[in-house]
């Protein structure tokens, strides 16, 4: 994770930023502020006296926004309708344009943010089989070695998640199509 803490610009360091993102910003938690509440996006969060307990559903969510915070993306703000997320000592006010939560069926959670330069992202993640059946084709090669991976990894017993990022088209941002996207991607 040494990209991230480095200023090079490569595939790899966009991608742990992206990766590290969406785990900030694609749940339910809710952040609790304690002592001064830096947490309000007009402070700083360099007082390290305060401290910022997630709540949620499930430990689960709850130790993936940790993990993000550990890496410097904190989500330390949920309202209605936006978020923000602390990345490396730089406040992030995303838009939370629409939001499916995970479930049994889909077996996916999807998050569509408006970004402040106004890009539309949606943000997935969830299990393999869900993810990649929702994956184009045209990177079938990264596809193959994330398989190849995922199976190394279960045969050591471990559990996976994946997590994907697509940008939505201008035709696709207003609110039915949002709704659809959100249930089927």
């Known amino acids: ?3 991230l803490h480095t200023e090079l610009d490569g595939e790899e360091r966009n991608a742990a930023h992206k990766f590290f993102l969406t785990l900030a910003a694609c749940n339910t938690v809710i952040p609790i502020c304690t002592k001064s509440s830096p947490c309000d996006i ?24 940790a993990v993000a915070s550990a890496y410097c993306y904190t989500l330390c703000e949920r309202k209605s309708g936006h978020i923000v997320i602390d990345v490396k000592g730089e406040k992030l006010r995303l838009d939370v344009l629409g939001l499916h939560e995970f479930d049994s069926v889909r077996k996916r959670m999807s998050v569509v943010i408006r970004f402040p330069n106004d890009t539309v992202n949606v943000l997935v993640k969830g299990a393999d089989t869900s993810i990649f059946s929702i994956l184009s084709k045209d990177h079938e090669q990264i596809q193959n070695y994330t398989r190849n991976h995922l199976r190394e990894y279960s045969s050591e017993g471990l559990r996976t998640l994946l997590v ?14 949002r709704t659809r996207m959100l249930a089927h991607p």
């Open 42 to 65: 007009q402070n700083n969060m360099d007082d390290s006296s305060v401290t910022i307990e997630y709540q949620g559903e499930s430990p689960d969510k709850q130790a993936l926004v």
């Open 1 to 3: 994770m040494e990209l």
């Open 164 to 177: 994907v990022e697509g940008i939505l088209q201008e035709n696709l941002r207003s609110g039915n199509a």
